[in-house]
Antibody
């Protein structure tokens, strides 16, 4: 069965970076795009960006440009999301989610979420 | 960027009630819209895609309609398991946008 399994919770200080992983299984890794979505405590869902595991190309939401980097390792079917220059407002649960195409596709499977806490 | 305006932000309803949630897009998105249910501490769960297609395994009391800029999620008879927060998502472009969410609570 399709699974997206994310790395564990992180606590970081302001100004630091965090790297969250999302390991895919149960399907052909390079056939589906991976998106990252975050949710601050008590808030709604915010789309961060997309990576094509096949070629590694990425597109990011403008508000994260320059701070976010998405990469993949096809040998382990894992996607990574690194967010730098962390501030308290980045405290959130970060989700990876699968989509069939670059556009015109919804998210059908989600990871379990990774809580990132930014605190001095 | 396409903005999604979801309403209401909260609603209170009783078991058995018919519930309707609306999402409006700032420009036409054809039928490129999905609906998700989210419970506390859990990832969102897909209910509807392409505006009106029911995801496999989702109860038939959930339905979606609309196209262009106005969309509706309807729960025909609210069940205890349906008390949750609901989000719409557009996928008309690579830049996805969610609605602000609708929390469905017990009256």
């Amino acid at each position: 069965q399709v699974q997206l399994v994310q790395s564990g919770a992180e606590v970081k200080k302001p100004g630091a970076s965090v790297k969250v992983s999302c390991k895919a299984s149960g399907y052909t890794f390079t056939s589906y795009y991976i998106h990252w979505v975050r949710q601050a405590p008590g808030q709604g869902l915010e789309w961060m960006g997309i990576i094509n595991p096949s070629g590694g190309s990425t597109s990011y939401a403008q508000i994260f440009q320059g701070r976010v980097t998405m990469t993949r390792d096809t040998s382990t079917s894992t996607v990574y999301m690194e967010l730098s220059s962390l501030r308290s407002e980045d405290t959130a649960v970060y989700y990876c989610a699968r989509g069939r195409t670059f556009i015109s596709s919804w998210f059908d499977y989600w990871g379990q979420g990774t809580l990132v806490t930014v605190s001095s | 960027d396409i903005q999604m305006t979801q309403s209401p932000s909260t609603l209170s309803a009783s078991v058995g009630d018919r519930v309707t949630i609306t999402c409006r897009a700032s420009q036409s998105i054809s039928s490129w819209l999905a609906w998700y249910q989210q419970k506390p501490g859990k990832a969102p769960n897909l209910l509807i895609y392409d505006a009106s297609s029911l995801e496999s395994g989702v109860p038939s009391r959930f339905s979606g309609s609309g196209s262009g800029t106005e969309f509706t999620l309807t729960i025909s008879s609210l069940q205890p398991d349906d008390f949750a927060t609901y989000y719409c998502l557009h996928y008309n472009s690579y830049f996805r946008t969610f609605g602000q969410g609708t929390k469905v609570g017990i009256k």
